[in-house]
């Protein structure tokens, strides 16, 4: 079943089109990373697919229901975390969830909620002006996974966590995934969205530049693949570079740097040099999210060029990371 369906959704505020066209299909118990610079439209977007702001055109279903006609249906089967939270600093963490639970008709174990999200009984008991920002955070999770949702929408979830309040999150995220449930995140965490995501979206100004898993979106962009190797007695560059899916060597004190038009080639290198040499350590890294995030963006910095500025073609891109090597 598709949870989230959008076909050409748009949202313009005045001049300004915040979402250009939009076509999203996520399926039930994907986890669905939606990326983007500053101002991209990643909120505007879910504003949209919560109701809390209308589509100018185009149009979405979630759950099988359009926003603007079914809100309340959709609400009661969905958990919310939205950015920057909707916390009262009077109310307790406790009276928070049981809030939430009551108005979703749902008898969640409110105290095992708590403990869930990393909250103790006595956190619970407080009120929330009194919690630090990861604590609110963590208490807002919890909120949107009161009533075993069927799709968790989440606006920023690490913001404000630690590095360990990030770490839970994430296997939360996946237990819930795994429990067939769809989550559906946005996030300028790449890290996050490396660790956790079966699939991501890049927005940039309105539009989405990029979809695919990680694999596919390395792929496309043909980014190739590198890799360090620490040898004993270095050869000379030119005696590598001959190798089959080898691009570039430099060499460096002990350290052979190569970049490859793929990851099959790495084996090569590896085994050419130890026919030569002694290999004392291997680095090996494929492209990461944050380096294909900058190709897609332009760095990630939003900018108000043409909005119709496309994807950067695989030749650039290419030229982009040979620049930066
Ligand atoms: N109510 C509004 N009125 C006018 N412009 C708006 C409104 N809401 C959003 N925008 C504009 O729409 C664009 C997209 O904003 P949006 O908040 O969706 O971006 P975002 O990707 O969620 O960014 P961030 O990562 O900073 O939260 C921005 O240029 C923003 O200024």
Not at 150 to 159: A, K, V, Y
Not at 226 to 249: F, N, Q, T
Request: hydrophobic letters at 35%.
């Amino acid at each position: 079943m598709t949870v989230i369906e959008t076909n050409d959704l748009t949202k313009t505020f005045g001049d300004l089109t915040a979402v250009d066209s939009l076509n999203l299909a996520i399926e039930e118990g994907e986890i669905y990373g939606f990326l983007g610079p500053n101002g991209a439209g990643k909120s505007t977007t879910i504003n949209m697919l919560l109701d809390l702001i209308r589509r100018s055109s185009g149009s979405a279903t979630v759950l099988g229901y359009d926003p603007e006609e079914n809100a309340k249906k959709i609400r009661q089967r969905i958990g919310v975390l939205p950015e920057g939270g909707e916390l009262y600093d009077r109310l307790t963490g406790r009276e928070h969830l049981t809030w939430m639970a009551n108005s979703k008709g749902a008898d969640d174990d409110i105290e095992a909620m708590l403990e869930r999200v990393g909250l103790s009984a006595e956190d619970g008991k407080r009120p929330v002006g009194e919690y630090s920002k990861g604590m609110q955070q963590r208490l807002a999770f919890g909120m949107a996974l009161i009533g075993d949702p069927d799709l968790l929408i989440l606006d920023e979830p690490s913001s404000g966590l630690d590095p360990t309040g990030m770490q839970e999150m994430r296997e939360i995220i996946k237990e819930e995934a795994d429990g067939g449930r769809t989550v559906f995140f946005s996030s300028h965490i790449l890290g996050e969205v490396e660790a956790v995501c079966d699939r991501v979206g890049i927005m940039n100004e309105g539009r989405l530049v990029a979809e695919g898993t990680l694999d596919d979106l390395r792929g496309d962009l043909d980014l190739g693949a590198s890799i360090s190797v620490e040898v004993s007695d270095p050869p000379r560059a030119s005696a590598l570079e001959s190798l089959d899916g080898v691009r570039g060597v430099t060499v460096r004190d002990h350290t052979v740097d190569a970049t490859l038009t793929g990851p099959e080639a790495k084996v090569r290198v590896v085994t050419d040099l130890d026919d030569r040499t002694t290999v004392e350590d291997i680095i090996s890294e494929d492209t990461s999210l944050e380096q294909l995030f900058n190709t897609y963006t332009g760095n990630g910095e939003a900018n108000t060029a043409d909005s119709g500025q496309a994807v950067e073609s695989a030749e650039e891109a290419e030229t982009r990371q040979e620049v930066a090597q």
